[in-house]
């Protein structure tokens, strides 16, 4: 499936400024380093495109949810240090986003030259998306580039707002890989098409479990979410998490995918504890038999079999949300047991950003998978079947 958008491969960058809005919003420990750049080498390929061409690079991103300038622990410092090193050349690093001294690094600018610019979100008109905000980060560039996947779903100001006051718009390498491969996953899959659905809550899902329920031959259902679907079907679930609003939503889910002929898979065994404190006492039950008070918190080993016989022959298999509290040890087996099985699959296997894309890396199998999207919230609303703020912002490829 190929982007009906202009992409970086489209447009002249030869000694232009070229403004790249990237999604560096990168994990930071205390000490503020960087504890996954994977966000940052995504967008290398569109940084080095610019590079290679002699543009003047100039770099934006929002990091974490700051209060306001002087919210420092998110300053985009690190991020500058750690960009040098993989790109093997000096980055400079702008004290802020727009204005003066943003305006001068850039004038001093030379070919080839690269500048990553302050938190955008230390400005409030970034999330408002502003107009003169837009207006500032614009003067800045001549060819504005997105390749932040991760924020695409987002009508921020440079994200939507400033392609209106840019002449010339584009999609960066890694923006337009997300939309080829999940856009591409939904609309024309080879089967059989495998959808696994987990994570905390079947309302977070609706739209995706509505779009996907439409187009592939089996339903996997783990995670916090499939005990609203358990508890649908009259059974007993203790104190797991249940959305009672959904219930009736879940057994129409079920009942509709079964009636076209999909395969709809719920654990049938599943690992409970007496509360979620860490070291509380474990035990593994099967789904009719969860004791009253306890927490389901993981699929048990009967599940991780199910599951990973019902993924054995697919061809395109689509992940999105963990099977349990995989983050506690105790907790993660389910979640790492499926990855292997994903992994292991001769198929075309996407991993839907966020939490899956952590699991996956935490069970090791980050290397084996197709393709992991770098935005959670952006796959999510692209499963769901919606046109991404960020991408309608974008001009149409020329016929």
């Not at 979100?121 to 999330?127: P, S």
């Not at 905000?133 to 009508?155: C, E, M, P, Q, W």
């Not at 987990?198 to 977070?204: F, L, Q």
């Not at 860490?278 to 035990?283: H, N, Q, V, Y």
């Amino acid at each position: 499936m190929n982007l009906k958008k202009q992409t970086i491969e489209d447009v002249n960058l030869r000694g232009k400024r070229v403004l790249i809005r990237a999604d560096f919003n990168v994990p930071l420990d205390d000490a503020l380093q960087i504890t996954d750049d994977t966000r940052i080498r995504s967008t290398l390929p569109t940084i080095n495109r610019a590079v290679d061409e002699g543009a003047r690079v100039i770099l934006c991103s929002h990091l974490g949810r700051p209060t306001g300038p002087s919210d420092l622990k998110f300053s985009l410092a690190p991020v500058a240090k750690r960009l040098q090193r993989l790109l093997g050349k000096d980055v400079a690093f702008a004290p802020d986003c727009i204005g003066s001294a943003a305006e001068a690094l850039v004038a001093r600018m030379k070919p080839g030259d690269v500048l990553l610019l302050e938190n955008l979100r230390f400005h409030a008109g970034e999330e408002n998306n502003d107009e003169a905000f837009s207006k500032s980060l614009a003067a800045l560039t001549d060819v504005y580039i997105n390749d932040a996947f991760g924020a695409a779903h987002r009508a921020h100001a440079s994200i939507v707002g400033v392609p209106k006051f840019v002449p010339v718009s584009a999609a960066g390498y890694l923006l337009k890989k997300e939309i080829e491969y999940l856009e591409g996953a939904v609309a024309n899959p080879m089967r059989p098409f495998v959808a696994i659905l987990g994570g905390a809550k079947v309302s977070g899902k609706i739209g995706v479990i509505e779009n996907l329920g439409k187009r592939v031959d089996k339903v996997i259902i783990g995670g916090g979410m499939a005990f609203t679907f358990i508890k649908a079907m009259g059974m007993e679930i203790g104190n797991s998490l249940v959305e009672d609003n959904m219930l009736d939503f879940a057994r129409g889910i079920q009942e509709h995918a079964m009636s076209r002929g999909v395969k709809f898979y719920l654990p049938v065994d599943c690992v409970v504890a007496a509360s979620r404190e860490p070291g509380a006492e474990t035990k593994l039950v099967p789904v009719q038999e969860i004791p009253k008070g306890w927490y389901g918190l993981d699929i048990g080993p009967a599940s991780v079999k199910l599951f990973s016989e019902a993924v054995q022959n697919a061809k395109t298999i689509l992940w999105n949300g963990p099977m349990g509290l995989f983050e506690t040890d105790a907790f993660s087996r389910g979640t790492f047991s499926l990855a292997h099985a994903v992994s292991n699959a001769y198929a075309l296997t996407i991993v839907g950003g966020g939490d899956t894309a952590l699991a996956v890396h935490r069970a090791g199998e980050s290397e084996s998978m197709s393709f992991i999207s770098t935005g959670g919230g952006a796959a999510l609303e692209l499963l769901e079947g919606k046109e991404l703020p960020g991408l309608a912002a974008l001009p149409a490829k020329d016929a």
